[in-house]
């Protein structure tokens, strides 16, 4: 099946087989096309090209039209989103049954429905109390009513959008039991993974998604792990010649900061990070491993729950945005459209958006037009922001220049601490050089760089140190080896 | 404080309680059918002015007083359905189109009237709603004046809010309205419409705060005169916070505050010639400003309340 959006595609003539009562998993890392793959299985996207064969219980074969969501359910096929959909102000039950009960018929007999819950549930194991309302229930009690939703609808094709990603390992580990014997009554299960171990010990066969691309198949017992993560992460190219910084003095210390984790978020674990001059630390990971919560503290939007952060000479328990700009963390942020622009003003006040105070913005509280827009200009011509121009509004621009807008806003004003978050997602290949070049330029003039990316070919071609993000807890690590990198990033022990 | 006892003693308080509470349980009960589907109706206050004037017109033409009930729900799902096809389908702002939807109503009542009736300068009046003369229970000591002898509407009222309380904790539609207002994709993961769940609920919530206009025009009064709803409907769209979106306590809500009103009235002819007419008129309303801090704290607003949804987007 092929998807293209725009230029790019997001996935690539895959061929993908599933038999009756296995575990499929589809591994890879974000962006490699998994979820895609998904969309079109289940008609939410129609493919560009390819089809989707289904066999039913009788061993006939129905093609699946495309961009009919319908058509999914129909062939009972049931998936599980990463994002649960359930109405939180409902009871469990009536989560369940929604849908399967027609709306306008006046009575309604629940006592077959329930009956039939609770022989599921005696069944699968997965135990949900019905009566309640989701909102009372922890995350992994939504998560088996959301696999029993699927179930009551007596799915033959159950697929799991990494289900394990806000379970606790007990939770995980009963949810896999639980699945093996729904498996074992003959349940075919598709599960999609970025975490090896658990790939490696539950599922039958493996396939690896890497762009778009299947770049590799293998029945799980008779895997290799080492070449399962070339295939997720590449093989090594001819890495960009990178030279090397200068570290000096320390810019930035983070000391034993933590985060209790929250409903969304993993949170930190005694994060201790030393920031030199001169040098950029690539913080690799898996997305979702605390990064987020690494880049709020550094940008002064989120306060650690205990532990310190030095920056500029002073000891903080929290940055705040002013605190930030005022001891010279610059940040660009994750989310550049949201985060890192006002959309609907115009290029020329985006680019003093940090430092209205300054006496080159305004006098008096008047702003200065004109001095805004020469800096605009010069801003503009040196960083290569191409657009209708700076009066026009910043959403006009294309996710390239609002990046480079976003870095010259930031590097203009030559920050001791560069907060860099997936600088370069989602840009082209000019683009993102363009950024990196800049990035090392910064590093150069003596700043220190903070490189969170999930893109590992970035952290080595940029970083002079690498640090990998897993669970919260951040690992500095000598190797420059894929391989064993890929193993910090997996959540194995070096 | 004798004078006070008696009047909660009285029977004429109680009824009229329950009396100008009528308006203000239709007008709930349907501010809160669409907030449970996720949208705010702001146009409630103009759809309570066409409820009015469409109810009393239509009397006045046919002299059926149940043909003008069925006028006014009518022209309240009318204007319901202008309001949900801006905001659903659309996804326009639910607060500006909500507040144009009753200058839109208001105006056009007002235009349709003095079309109607150029030259008259007392408003024509119908024969309205009488009160219920149900045999023996009528007749029954405080209870009979207090419950049985309104009229029709107020008994329609109630019935609603029983239907109500049925449909959306009894029926698989309430579930999927309910639904629809929390989280619009588990919705559509499911195979249903959005869409026109969040519609319907909308035309039969503006249906119910027409009835509520209606009352006015056909049971509370006898002719229509501009500015008669008098800011009725924001009062339901406040007292619809105060149920939690529940049409029990929706129900209490009206109640309270037609006690607070009912109260104002009597205190103002007992201690009128002391304290100034004015500060008796404000007590059913910082009465309920207070009653609406103490519930609101806990609110429970319906998660997708003002959120737009369009269908292939997460």
């Known amino acids: ?494 | 404080m004798m004078d006070l006892l008696q009047i909660f003693l009285s029977e004429s308080f109680w009824a009229a309680s329950l009396r100008i509470a009528t308006p203000l349980i239709f007008g709930v009960l349907g501010a809160l059918m669409c907030e449970r589907a996720g949208v705010l109706n702001l146009g409630i206050e103009g759809i309570f002015v066409a409820g009015a004037m469409m109810g009393w017109l239509v009397t006045y033409l046919t002299g059926s007083l149940w043909l003008g009930v069925i006028a006014a729900a009518l022209a309240g799902a009318f204007f319901g359905l202008f309001h949900a096809i801006l905001t659903v389908p659309l996804g326009l702002s639910q607060h500006v189109s909500g507040l144009g939807i009753t200058m839109f109503a208001t105006a056009l009542m007002s235009f349709t009237y003095r079309t109607a009736f150029p030259q008259v300068s007392t408003p024509p009046r119908i024969e309205p709603f009488r009160a219920l003369d149900i045999p023996v229970l009528s007749d029954l000591p405080f209870l009979g004046p207090v419950l049985f002898q309104q009229t029709a509407l107020t008994w329609l009222a109630l019935l609603m809010v029983a239907l109500v309380w049925w449909l959306m904790d009894r029926s698989a539609l309430g579930v999927a309205i309910k639904a629809v207002g929390d989280n619009p994709d588990a919705v559509n993961a499911q195979g249903l419409s959005v869409y026109r769940l969040r519609i319907g609920a909308v035309v039969a919530g503006s249906a119910l705060m027409a009835l509520g206009g209606a009352f006015l025009t056909m049971s509370a009064f006898d002719a229509f005169f501009f500015g008669m709803v008098n800011g009725r409907g924001w009062i339901c769209i406040a007292l619809v916070i105060f149920a939690s979106w529940q049409p029990g306590k929706a129900l209490l809500g009206a109640l309270l505050f037609g006690m607070f009103d009912a109260l104002q009235v009597r205190l103002q002819t007992m201690a009128g010639a002391i304290v100034p007419g004015q500060v008796f008129l404000m007590v059913p309303y910082v009465l309920s400003i207070i009653a609406l801090i103490l519930a609101a704290r806990k609110a429970d607003y319906p998660r997708a309340l003002l959120q737009p949804w369009f269908k292939g987007q997460r």
């Open chain 1, 1 to 494: 099946m092929t998807k293209r959006f725009g230029p790019v595609t997001a996935a690539d003539h895959i061929d993908l087989e599933l038999g009756r009562g296995e575990v499929l998993a589809l591994l890879g890392e974000n962006g490699a096309g998994k979820t895609t793959l998904m969309n079109m299985l289940f008609g939410q996207y129609t493919a560009d090209s390819g089809s989707v064969h289904v066999w039913d219980a009788e061993g006939r074969e129905h093609v699946l039209p495309p961009g009919q969501p319908q058509a999914a359910i129909e062939a009972r096929i049931g998936m599980v989103h990463q994002h649960f959909t359930l109405a939180e102000n409902l009871s469990v039950i009536d989560n369940i049954l929604l849908g399967t009960e027609p709306l306008l018929r006046p009575g309604r007999n629940r006592r077959a429905a329930r009956e039939k819950l609770e022989a599921l549930m005696a069944e699968s194991g997965l135990v949900a109390p019905l009566d309640a309302r989701i909102r009372e229930l922890s995350v992994g009690e939504r998560q088996r009513v959301e696999i029993l939703k699927a179930l009551y609808r007596d799915v033959r094709i159950l697929v799991l959008d990494e289900p394990t990603a806000v379970l606790t390992p007990q939770e995980a580990d009963g949810l896999f039991a639980a699945i093996r014997g729904m498996v074992g009554r003959g349940l075919s299960v598709i599960f999609i993974s970025h975490k090896l171990r658990e790939v490696l010990a539950f599922s039958d066969r493996i396939a690896v998604l890497r762009h778009g691309r299947k770049t590799g198949e293998m029945v799980t017992s008779e895997a290799d792990a080492d070449a399962i993560i070339r295939m997720m992460i590449g093989e090594a190219h001819d890495a960009p010649e990178r030279t090397a910084g200068t570290p000096g003095e320390t810019v930035l210390r983070l000391d034993t900061v933590t985060i209790r984790p929250g409903r969304d978020s993993r949170g930190l674990k005694e994060v201790q990070l030393d920031l030199r001059r001169g040098e950029i630390v690539g913080i690799a990971g898996v997305s979702g491993n605390g990064q987020s919560a690494l880049a709020g503290v550094l940008s002064g939007l989120l306060v650690p729950d205990s532990g310190a952060i030095e920056v500029g000479g002073e000891r903080l328990t929290a940055l705040t945005p002013r605190l930030a700009l005022s001891h010279g963390v610059g940040r660009i942020p994750e989310d550049r459209h949201h985060d890192g622009i006002v959309a609907a003003m115009s290029v020329a006040e985006n680019l003093v958006i940090e430092r209205l105070g300054s006496a080159d913005v305004q006098r008096r509280g008047f702003l200065r037009r004109g001095a805004m827009a020469e800096n605009a200009e010069a801003l503009s011509a040196a960083y290569d922001v191409r657009g209708p121009g700076i009066h026009s509004r910043a959403a006009l621009l294309s996710g390239g220049n609002i990046q480079k807008l976003i870095l010259a806003r930031v590097l203009e004003t030559d920050p001791a601490v560069i907060l860099a978050n997936q600088p370069t997602r989602g840009l082209d290949f000019r683009a993102s050089a363009e950024v990196s070049r800049r990035l090392i330029a910064a590093r150069d003039r003596g700043a220190g760089v903070i490189l969170i990316s999930e893109d590992l070919d970035e952290i080595l071609s940029l970083a002079d140190r690498i640090l990998v993000m897993h669970s919260g807890a951040l690992v500095e690590t000598e190797s420059r080896d894929r391989a064993s990198i890929g193993q910090l990033m997996a959540g194995h022990a070096a």
